[in-house]
């Protein structure tokens, strides 16, 4: 029986049962698309990298002897459609059976079960093989429960998996050390030198400059940075391990001017692409403690395994259990469009020019840079949810919507109204000065809420917190701060709203 099988953009997994032996009934398909590049506009290092890595995948899988059908983005027979390349090729291969990989995006999971629906010929779907979980363990493991905390489904897995788990208790007696890893780094535990691979991907960059695709961001105008094999990736990983895992927990939420990435692993991109699997990330960071747990606190560990076991398979599940309505959440109302400066970097405000231009120059910023500066800024200024989402989605190269829309939507901007976080992430200037040295050489005072050079998020949250009040006061975790402002005199709260909406009215100025 002569088989089309397809495979994704993100589902680079070699080590997946389908590649186990080749077929000479069987062939693979893979396209770099306009379909693709176009909904919305990506970094230029997200899409040099995506190609980049499906032509090696590619690659190696003629290698192994599997026939490959691969369409380059200006090649002559490619549409440009994910279902008008998949008609051509069942048609011109004389195909009986159409397969393909589950996708992790609800557009392109529509798209092929519509496609498929109208086949007159078999269609079998099968699993990445990738994830800890099921696309609807997490329906499953929330059912009939009034809030998703993600604690409590984090908690279920370690035990799940026994992963640092003794006797069915946290090893380190904790199951979560979140208290020791807020650290501000001041340059007192130094940080290698960052892997870089180079890869010269200079004929890629051609290719996109050729089909007159639009991306934003920069490029090293020959090589690129992060991992395009598994090869590489396993290079990562281990370096990781070796040189960044003994402060990573103390750091992770730690900003810097003089530092981008500071002991953070840079493997999301191999990680999201299906490079590399969950799995064997945590079991090589798990052999590495063992190795050396007298070197390496638990704290460091457990803070990097939360992220992947409990936050990564908490967001996936939570896409499927929620989309396609979630997609549409507003719970705040914002209509505002993002600033000009999200694009350039131009602002005045330090951490947002220094999170901002790492994310133009690297396509890269870590959790905390998205969450508490640019997300907290989006989110103080009321910008609409559909614009963040398109920015984020977009800027970073190891954004792929199934995690990007939940921690964007949901964690950073609230806009589900309390699905996935317990209360909005927003700050004001003294969050970011604890984390960061950004406020040191800030035009603006980080101790300063009225006057023309106060720190702009300082009198952006009093703002935020009084606009809302009658959607949040009720917020478990928000009565300390709303006994604060109800206590502030009607004069000054007048001044934070006149200040607030001159910033929001001229945010280029800013």
């Known amino acids: ?180 890893n807020r650290k501000k780094w001041k340059g007192e535990a130094l940080i290698p030198q960052e892997i870089s691979f180079d890869i010269d991907v200079t004929h890629i960059i051609d290719a996109i400059e050729k089909a ?58 191999a990680m999201n692409t299906k490079m590399i699997s969950p799995k064997e990330i945590i079991e090589t960071v798990l052999e590495t403690y063992r190795r050396q747990e007298n070197v390496i606190d638990i704290s460091q560990v457990e803070g990097f395994i939360r992220q992947i076991l409990g936050w990564r398979e908490y967001m996936r599940g939570m896409y499927w259990m929620l989309m396609p309505d979630y997609k549409k959440e507003n719970f705040f109302e914002n209509k505002n469009k993002l600033p000009d400066f999200f694009w350039t970097g131009k602002t005045k405000m330090n951490c947002l020019k220094n999170a901002i231009n790492n994310s133009l120059d690297n396509g890269y910023a870590h959790h905390i840079q998205r969450l508490m500066i640019t997300g907290n800024f989006a989110l103080l200024t009321q910008i609409h949810p559909d614009e963040i989402d398109a920015w984020y989605l977009g800027i970073y190269v190891d954004a792929i919507e199934w995690v990007q829309l939940p921690n964007t939507r949901g964690m950073s901007q609230f806009a589900d109204g309390g699905k996935i976080a317990t209360k909005p992430y927003v700050s004001s200037g003294s969050y970011i000065s604890k984390m960061s040295n950004y406020c040191d050489a800030c035009v603006y005072k980080k101790a300063k809420k009225f006057e023309a050079d106060a720190c702009p998020f300082n009198t952006l949250y009093w703002n935020f917190l009084d606009e809302k009040q009658e959607k949040l006061s009720s917020n478990f975790r928000m009565k300390m701060m709303y006994s604060l402002l109800n206590k502030m005199s009607s004069e000054d709260r007048t001044k934070i709203k006149e200040k607030a909406n001159h910033i929001i009215e001229h945010l280029d100025e800013y």
């Open 1 to 180: 029986m002569r088989k089309l099988r397809l495979i994704l953009g993100d589902q680079l997994n070699s080590q997946h049962s389908w590649f186990l032996e080749a077929n000479e009934n069987v062939t693979y398909c893979m396209f770099e698309m306009r379909q693709e590049t176009d909904y919305v506009t990506h970094h230029i290092q997200k899409v040099v990298g995506f190609f980049a890595a499906m032509r090696n995948f590619a690659s190696d899988l003629e290698k192994s002897n599997h026939e490959v059908v691969y369409f380059n983005i200006n090649d002559t027979k490619n549409t440009q459609s994910l279902v008008d390349n998949l008609a051509l090729l069942l048609k011109e291969k004389n195909i009986e059976k159409f397969e393909y990989l589950s996708p992790d995006e609800y557009r392109l999971d529509t798209q092929l079960k519509e496609f498929s629906a109208h086949l007159n010929l078999e269609t079998e779907i099968f699993s990445t093989e990738h994830f800890y979980t099921e696309r609807a363990d997490l329906e499953t493991f929330f059912k009939g429960k009034k809030q998703f905390l993600m604690e409590n489904f984090y908690r279920n897995m370690r035990k799940k998996h026994q992963i640092l788990v003794v006797d069915n208790q946290p090893e380190g007696g904790k199951w979560n050390f979140d208290a020791s």
């Open 212 to 269: 007159e695709i639009k991306t934003i961001g920069k490029i090293n105008s020959k090589y690129f940075e992060y991992p395009i094999s598994r090869s590489q990736a396993l290079i990562q990983l281990a370096y990781f391990c070796e040189h960044l895992l003994v402060h990573f927990g103390d750091y992770q939420d730690a900003m810097h001017t003089d530092k981008i990435y500071l002991f953070h692993s840079r493997i999301s991109f």
